[in-house]
């Protein structure tokens, strides 16, 4: 199994960025997905999850109304939409799978796959 994160970067405070993830070994449509950031000195926190057929999505606060996560599952990818960047949001980002979970989960323990991360780094 290999999930691979992308699109990090440098971008100033309110600016966008897109992070895909694009899975393979795995039946990707069978997998819940989510993300999850670790900031400098920091434990990992969730950020936000989508069930395996996209139609629940769980957000943590410090990122509802600005992230969105979104999954097309004829390319085993899930993306995240990140708008109104603020320095606080700065970390690496990590996509996770979790196997056939009802309700997408945010505890790390959850999920069994994970991918190798992606810098964000927001400039004020």
């Known amino acids: 199994v290999q999930l691979q994160a992308s699109g990090g970067g440098l971008v100033q405070a309110g600016g966008s960025l897109r992070l895909p993830c694009a899975a393979s070994g795995l039946t990707f449509s069978r997998y819940v997905m989510g993300w999850f950031r670790q900031a400098s000195g920091k434990e990992r926190e969730f950020v936000v999850a989508?069930?395996?057929?996209?139609?629940?999505?769980t957000y943590a606060d410090s990122v509802k109304g600005r992230f969105t996560i979104s999954r097309d599952n004829t390319k085993n990818t899930v993306y995240l939409q990140m708008s109104s960047l603020k320095p606080e949001d700065a970390a690496v980002y990590y996509c996770?799978?979790?196997?056939?979970?009802?309700?997408?989960?945010?505890?790390?323990?959850?999920?069994?796959?994970w991918g190798q991360g992606t810098q964000v780094t927001v400039s004020s």
């Open positions: 996770a799978a979790d196997y056939l979970k009802v309700e997408p989960g945010t505890s790390p323990a959850e999920y069994e796959y």
């Open positions: 989508i069930s395996w057929s996209g139609g629940r999505t």
